[in-house]
């Protein structure tokens, strides 16, 4: 390194730059040594980070490193990486999962030579497996609670405006669900969506937009719904759908992912259909009354979480939220509702004098 950075500033000009490519690219993984050549091609100052250099070959991307490829104008010139033959099974799911997820040809070469599968999808597993079905078949000898059963809404989980003072309940009504067509596309929503969203952006960002729609749905339950209770995991599962899907039309161009069209209809469908089979059910007439049915505006706060947080924690591919001042925005926007959802449920609901229904 001394022989190219002699007056020790950091930095190496792009023409020995390239002279290291050429001398020792073939040592180099292809694609890797593609976003070298885009680095060298976009840098307009002649010369090139050497930490940057080090990121990279590290499978680490500083912030300059990103500023100067986004920044540049050269096109890729190899295939795509669609194209390559001759990979296992493996590496055909890791390629596809790119294609489902990221928009831009450099980044899911990135993605693809970075991926190890260490850790593995381990958060939208674990929740599916021992959330839904543990609990429920285990410790309630029973797979799926029906709203006709009388054990619906007497156990420790559900969320019921007479129990809001048990704060945990915000987010443990998650493992109860209103029948088995309501667990059923939770579960296959949050497989096909959340599990390949974590292998891409990391079970750290994926979870948070999860339980930040977990949160956000009972909370908007509280304020907007005030004497309904609210069961399922819709708050989450719909913060990670809306916000893939509001990922996929704002960089539609770039998505690659076959049959993109058809995939966000089927998503939308089954969407709808839950979100309506929801709002007929809260007002058709309850199995136990005066308790009303669960709430549907769970669903409507993961939804507004998605395009909002969610999707600019999906559109920034491993980069530092921190630096992002949109992301600023809208957690502070996000913090603002918890606090006033908050202060609502100690205050309004005796201001208003409504009649709740009696705790189960």
Same mark, same amino acid.
């Given at each position: 390194?001394?022989?190219?950075?002699?007056?020790?500033?950091?930095?190496?000009?792009?023409?020995?730059?390239?002279? !290291?490519?050429?001398?020792?690219?073939?040592?180099?993984?292809?694609?890797?040594?593609?976003?070298?050549?885009?680095?060298?091609?976009?840098?307009?100052?002649?010369?090139?980070?050497?930490?940057?250099?080090?990121?990279?070959?590290?499978?680490?991307?500083?912030?300059?490193?990103?500023?100067?490829?986004?920044?540049?104008?050269?096109?890729?010139?190899?295939?795509?990486?669609?194209?390559?033959?001759?990979?296992?099974?493996?590496?055909?799911?890791?390629?596809? %999962?790119?294609?489902?997820?990221?928009?831009?040809?450099?980044?899911?070469?990135?993605?693809?030579?970075?991926?190890?599968?260490?850790?593995?999808?381990?958060?939208?597993?674990?929740?599916?497996?021992?959330?839904?079905?543990?609990?429920?078949?285990?410790?309630?000898?029973?797979?799926?609670?029906?709203?006709?059963?009388? !054990?619906? !809404?007497?156990?420790?989980?559900?969320?019921?405006?007479?129990?809001?003072?048990?704060?945990?309940?915000?987010?443990?009504?998650?493992?109860?669900?209103?029948?088995?067509?309501?667990?059923?596309?939770?579960?296959?929503?949050?497989?096909?969506?959340?599990?390949?969203?974590?292998?891409?952006?990391?079970?750290?960002?994926?979870?948070? %937009?999860?339980?930040?729609?977990?949160?956000?749905?009972?909370?908007? %339950?509280?304020?907007?719904?005030?004497?309904?209770?609210? %069961?399922?995991?819709?708050?989450?599962?719909?913060?990670?759908?809306?916000?893939?899907?509001?990922?996929?039309? #704002?960089?539609?161009?770039?998505?690659?992912?076959?049959?993109?069209?058809?995939? #966000?209809?089927?998503?939308?469908?089954?969407?709808?259909?839950?979100?309506?089979?929801?709002?007929?059910?809260?007002?058709?007439?309850?199995?136990?009354?005066?308790?009303?049915?669960?709430?549907? #505006?769970?669903?409507?706060?993961?939804?507004?979480?998605?395009?909002?947080?969610?999707?600019?924690?999906?559109?920034?591919?491993?980069?530092?939220?921190?630096?992002?001042?949109?992301?600023?925005?809208?957690?502070?926007?996000?913090?603002?509702?918890?606090?006033?959802?908050?202060?609502?449920?100690?205050?309004?609901?005796?201001?208003?004098?409504?009649?709740?229904?009696?705790?189960?």
């Amino acid at each position: 390194y001394p022989q190219f950075d002699p007056d020790n500033t950091g930095y190496i000009s792009t023409e020995k730059f390239r002279t !290291l490519l050429q001398r020792h690219g073939s040592e180099l993984d292809p694609h890797k040594l593609e976003v070298l050549l885009a680095l060298a091609d976009s840098n307009s100052e002649g010369r090139i980070c050497y930490q940057d250099f080090v990121n990279l070959m590290s499978n680490k991307r500083s912030n300059s490193f990103r500023q100067a490829i986004l920044q540049g104008n050269r096109r890729l010139c190899s295939k795509a990486l669609l194209e390559e033959t001759g990979l296992s099974l493996t590496q055909r799911l890791i390629r596809h %999962v790119a294609y489902e997820t990221l928009p831009r040809e450099i980044d899911r070469k990135w993605y693809y030579d970075s991926y190890t599968c260490c850790p593995p999808p381990w958060f939208m597993i674990t929740i599916t497996i021992v959330a839904f079905f543990l609990y429920n078949g285990v410790m309630l000898d029973r797979f799926v609670l029906q709203v006709t059963h009388p !054990l619906y !809404l007497k156990n420790s989980l559900v969320y019921h405006p007479q129990l809001r003072a048990q704060a945990w309940r915000y987010l443990t009504y998650i493992f109860m669900h209103a029948g088995i067509e309501h667990l059923g596309l939770n579960v296959i929503l949050q497989l096909l969506v959340g599990v390949p969203l974590e292998m891409v952006h990391g079970a750290a960002r994926i979870s948070f %937009v999860y339980i930040a729609g977990v949160v956000a749905g009972s909370l908007a %339950v509280s304020v907007a719904d005030m004497t309904a209770p609210v %069961v399922g995991s819709s708050g989450g599962v719909y913060a990670l759908v809306s916000a893939h899907l509001a990922n996929i039309v #704002m960089n539609w161009s770039g998505m690659k992912c076959q049959f993109k069209l058809l995939r #966000m209809a089927v998503a939308l469908i089954c969407m709808s259909f839950e979100f309506g089979r929801a709002v007929w059910l809260r007002f058709h007439p309850s199995a136990y009354p005066p308790c009303p049915h669960p709430s549907f #505006m769970a669903h409507l706060g993961g939804v507004v979480v998605g395009i909002t947080l969610g999707v600019i924690i999906l559109r920034n591919y491993e980069q530092r939220l921190q630096d992002q001042s949109l992301w600023w925005i809208f957690i502070s926007i996000y913090l603002i509702f918890i606090l006033f959802a908050i202060f609502w449920n100690i205050f309004a609901y005796n201001l208003l004098d409504l009649k709740l229904p009696p705790p189960p």
